[in-house]
C-alpha cells in the first residue's frame, strides 16, 4: 500500500484547553482491560496526533539544549547504524555485487560503524533517550485521558476513510 504526502491530512492542533487543561479529563487507565486500555491509546493517538507531534518536537529540542553536541553525534551514529545494517541486509542486485566484488571494503565500513557505536555509546545513549522522554510522555497522556465527543466523531471519520492522517496510516501498515 502507496500512500503519498498529499493524500494525507494533519488534524487540526486541539486547544491546551482541550489538551491539557480546563476540559480536559483524566483518569487512570483501566489495567484489568487490556481491549479498553488499547482503544483509549489509540484513539487519543489518532485525535490529538498533531498536539503529540509538536509535544515530541518541544520536548526533543529541550533535551537537546542540555547537550547539543552529544546530540548531534549520537544521532548520526544511529543514522549511519541504520543505514548500515539495510545496507548490509540488502537484496538489490547492484548492492551484492558490490559486496561480492570489494569484501574487504564492505567489512571495513561495518566495522567502522561498529566502532563509532561502541566508542559513542553515550551520545547514542542520550539520543535514544531524547527520543523516548517525549514518546513516554505522550504515552502517558493518550493513556490517561477520557475521549470526549468530538474525539469519538474525528475518530468514526477515519475508521469510515473519510480523512486519512498520518497515525491512521501507520496504524494501517501495523495492522492495528
Not at 566495522?111 to 505522550?138: G, K
Request: hydrophobic share 45%; proline share 5%.
Amino acid at each position: 500500500m502507496v500512500v503519498s504526502c498529499c493524500d494525507l491530512q494533519l488534524p487540526p492542533l486541539r486547544g491546551l484547553d482541550d489538551f491539557l487543561l480546563g476540559s480536559a479529563r483524566f483518569q487512570l487507565p483501566p489495567f484489568g482491560e487490556l481491549g479498553r486500555w488499547c482503544n483509549r491509546i489509540s484513539n487519543n493517538l489518532l485525535y490529538y496526533q498533531t498536539n503529540y507531534l509538536l509535544l515530541c518536537l518541544v520536548c526533543f529540542l529541550l533535551i537537546g539544549c542540555n547537550r547539543p553536541n552529544e546530540l548531534l553525534i549520537g544521532t548520526t551514529v544511529l543514522v549511519l547504524t541504520v543505514g548500515c545494517t539495510a545496507y548490509a541486509s540488502s537484496r538489490n542486485p547492484k548492492v551484492i555485487a558490490f559486496k561480492q566484488t570489494y569484501p574487504v571494503l564492505s567489512l571495513v565500513a561495518i566495522v567502522s560503524i561498529l566502532y563509532l557505536l561502541v566508542r559513542l555509546v553515550h551520545s547514542v545513549t542520550f539520543s535514544l533517550f531524547a527520543l523516548a522522554v517525549p514518546m513516554l510522555i505522550c504515552f502517558i497522556h493518550a493513556s490517561c485521558r477520557l475521549r470526549n465527543l468530538k474525539n469519538k466523531l474525528s475518530n468514526k471519520a477515519e475508521d469510515l476513510k473519510v480523512k486519512k492522517t498520518p497515525v491512521g496510516t501507520l496504524f494501517e501498515l501495523c495492522v492495528f
